[in-house]
């Protein structure tokens, strides 16, 4: 009987694009057929057009075939029996050859999604073959101090959209005496086009359990929460079964590995507010009250989860932990541009026609980016801005593309790094629709605390349907500008005080759409500024 190894991702992209059918069908198509099967359910390599992506283990590696629908099955089977496993060749239409040489992941760098899609997200013996709960024991055997420090030399940035040095907040948190600290782990993930959290909740959950079992170590903290939003649930299934396996197996609980040690770890579901990502307002809502910001100081760091020293940290920055802890701080760092150090999980969405995830060290380009991934836009029509790092970040224009893709470089642009979204528009984009998408999206998602984000939001959608209709068009730029500087020094948090940002790109880089002459005073002024 011939016996079969196959992968088909559990992960959300794929499921909603069948894969649980397709799934089905190979296993009534084996049993018809008298084939032995082993079905893995994987996690997703992230390459979005592709899912789902059926793979079958070879002597020479994993072929793939993608994307597969119901239909396809019976011929991809046949393929596979009288092809593949006897010749190593594919005659199948949606035949890809090896995957580790499909050219989307042979260009990458990843350290932090080396198992994505490779592993079964729930099988602990994956995990620790392809060297999980290593960087756990070497933090077992170490001090706090020197686990922090061994941070502090990777260079790590928060990966949450503000870019903290992660070793510096741990410290602090590790420095503050109190009988009792937590780590929440920040898996809100509120920007558009962003999906990188959820990718390493939903195919590599041990790998973030690890970092934060981790950093409980190097502050003293025993407890920790993923603040996990609820339109995830598919993450939310994996991570509670992930926990239970841990528990279970002795990395969680009250003495972790043997040590002695104790970390619980429990998700906690939000409710769908883009604000609730914002640290603090993620602690009111965790403590069961509204989610508003909280005034800093103090620090979550100095009083944060019920007024205790808190870590926050985004999935990304905790998931970054385990390589850093396994293989040391100083071969994290190597990779990177400046003070941006390591990699970025990139992740391409909006109107593309190879939309995923792409890790890669700060310091290339949007456009390099571009065109080693893309593929161009779904639409055929050429690209005409890119909004980098969620909703509060800058659209940039082609003459922008070459901008290194690191958190200094995009600083001296106006523009943002975050959390490393990247949704690209074609050339049908009106950039004031976009710019008022920007103003309502902050009236949508302001938490009310303070008045210029508040009341400035309202005002500034107004202002531009004046903008658009005519209504006094030169006077209305310059009280939007006027509106966005208020907003930009008034306001509490980086919603009211970022919302700007994408506002001001609009009618700087692309003053077409805001039907401006060239030497308008609005203009004039920002080009100088
Ligand atoms: C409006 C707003 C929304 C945010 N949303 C998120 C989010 O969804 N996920 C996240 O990790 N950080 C988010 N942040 C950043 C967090 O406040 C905080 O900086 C981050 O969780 C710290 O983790 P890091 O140091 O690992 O980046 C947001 C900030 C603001 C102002
Ligand atoms: S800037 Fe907006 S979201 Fe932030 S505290 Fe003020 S009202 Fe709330």
């Given at each position: 009987m011939m016996n079969i190894k196959m992968f088909i991702p559990r992960e959300s992209t794929a499921l909603s694009l069948g894969a649980h059918d397709v799934a089905r069908a190979v296993s009534d198509y084996s049993t018809q057929h008298k084939t032995e099967l082993n079905l893995i359910r994987n996690g997703s390599r992230g390459m979005f057009w592709l899912e789902p992506m059926v793979e079958v283990e070879t002597s020479k590696g994993r072929f793939a075939y993608g994307p597969v629908d119901v239909s396809d099955v019976p011929s991809i089977m046949e393929d596979i029996t009288t092809?593949?496993?006897?010749?190593?060749t594919q005659e199948h239409r949606l035949a890809l050859g090896l995957t580790e040489e499909l050219a989307y992941l042979k260009k990458q760098t990843r350290l932090?999604?080396?198992?994505a899609g490779i592993t079964?997200?729930?099988s602990l013996n994956d995990y620790l073959a392809l060297d999980g709960f290593s960087g756990l024991h070497k933090a077992l055997a170490a001090t706090s101090q020197e686990i922090v420090s061994t941070v502090v030399d990777s260079g790590l940035r928060g990966?949450?959209?503000?870019?903290?040095p992660t070793g510096i907040k741990w410290q602090t948190v590790h420095d503050a005496p109190s009988d009792k600290k937590y780590i929440v782990c920040?898996?809100?993930?509120?920007?558009?086009?962003?999906f990188a959290d959820r990718l390493v909740m939903e195919c590599d959950p041990f790998m973030l359990i690890e970092g934060m079992i981790i950093a409980g170590l190097a502050v003293g903290a025993d407890e920790g929460y993923i603040y996990l939003r609820s339109e995830y649930p598919v993450a939310d299934e994996i991570l509670q079964e992930a926990i239970v396996i841990a528990t279970k197996e002795g990395?969680?609980?009250?003495d972790i590995c043997g040590s002695g040690r104790t970390f619980n770890l429990e998700v906690r579901l939000g409710?769908?507010?883009?604000?609730?990502?914002?640290e603090t307002s993620l602690l009111e809502s965790m403590e069961g009250k509204r989610g508003v910001v909280r005034f800093k100081p103090p620090l979550p760091a100095i009083e944060?989860?019920?007024?205790k020293p808190t870590v926050v940290n985004n999935v990304l920055s905790l998931s970054a932990i385990p390589y850093i802890l396994s293989q040391g701080g100083q071969a994290y760092q190597q990779y990177g541009a400046n003070r941006s150090r390591g990699t970025l999980p990139f992740q391409l969405a909006g109107n593309?026609?190879?939309?995923g995830l792409i890790e890669l060290p700060f310091g290339s380009t949007l456009q390099s980016l571009l065109d080693d991934f893309?593929?161009?836009t779904q639409s055929a029509r050429p690209i005409r801005a890119i909004q980098v790092g969620?909703?509060?970040?800058a659209y940039l224009p082609?003459?922008?593309?070459?901008?290194?893709?690191?958190y200094e470089e995009f600083t001296n642009a106006s523009a943002v790094l975050g959390h490393g979204g990247i949704v690209i528009f074609d050339d049908t984009v009106d950039m004031l629709e976009q710019a008022r998408f920007s103003m309502e999206f902050c009236v949508d998602?302001?938490?009310?605390?303070?008045?210029?984000?508040r009341i400035g939001s309202t005002r500034g959608v107004e202002v531009i349907d004046r903008i658009k209709y005519d209504d006094s068009r030169a006077e209305n730029m310059i009280l939007l500008s006027d509106l966005c500087e208020t907003m930009i020094n008034g306001s509490?948090?980086?919603m009211g005080s970022m919302t700007p940002i994408p506002v001001i790109s609009a009618y700087k880089d692309f003053p077409e759409d805001f039907h401006?002459?060239?030497?308008n005073a609005v203009l004039e002024e920002t080009n100088h500024g």
């Open positions: 092809n593949l496993l006897s010749k190593h932090t999604f080396a198992r079964d997200p729930l990966r949450g959209g503000a870019a903290f920040n898996a809100d993930e509120g920007d558009s086009g962003t990395y969680l609980g009250n409710a769908e507010a883009y604000i609730c990502g914002e944060g989860f019920f007024g593309v026609k190879q939309g893309s593929g161009g969620g909703p509060l970040g082609t003459s922008k593309f070459d901008i290194p893709l690191d998602e302001s938490c009310g605390k303070c008045t210029p984000c509490l948090c980086a401006l002459p060239s030497n």
